[in-house]
């Protein structure tokens, strides 16, 4: 697992909206914010932040199988939505948020429980009322692609 600790708690929307999708997503990073539950339960964390761009870091285990011994499919939405979503929200301004409308995922190969994904967005277009990015996540020991995606969000008070 990526957490040493357990942490119940979430920020307040108060304190989302006082500052950029930017410093928000910066301070989930370097930790002032708390990383989102999600993760906990998935095995994964945010990895690198910049505008317009975020990348997790994940490890599948044999918690996200399915019943015939493969990755989860859920596993790879949870992770290409995050990374892509996210990406969006550090482009979303001051006292606005978004939430994800759509995604789309294609799963290109399984990844075997065990290995270690980078999962990538980017935006493509974040304006007033919608952001779309997209997303790949990739084997860190060798650069495989193993799912690519697309999602649409809704921002929300701007």
Not at 18 to 47: C, K, W, Y
Not at 60 to 88: I, K, Q
Not at 96 to 106: F, Q, R, S, W
Request: hydrophobic share 35%.
């Amino acid at each position: 697992m990526y957490f040493s600790e357990s942490t119940d708690e979430l920020p307040d929307p108060a304190t989302v909206r006082s500052m950029s999708g930017l410093e928000f997503m910066q301070r989930v990073h370097d930790g002032t914010l708390p990383q989102p539950p999600i993760a906990r339960l998935l095995n994964f964390q945010l990895d690198e932040v910049a505008p317009g761009r975020v990348v997790f870091r994940g490890t599948p285990s044999f918690d996200h199988m399915n019943p015939m011994g493969g990755v989860h499919g859920g596993w790879y939405g949870a992770l290409l939505d995050s990374c892509m979503a996210c990406a969006v929200m550090t482009k979303v301004p001051k006292g606005a948020v978004y939430t994800t409308l759509e995604y789309k995922i294609n799963i290109t190969r399984a990844i075997p429980p065990g290995v270690e994904i980078l999962a990538t967005g980017w935006t493509d277009h974040v304006g007033r009322s919608t952001g779309v990015a997209h997303g790949e996540m990739r084997g860190t020991d060798d650069g495989r692609l193993f799912a690519t995606g697309s999602t649409t969000c809704l921002i929300m008070g701007t």
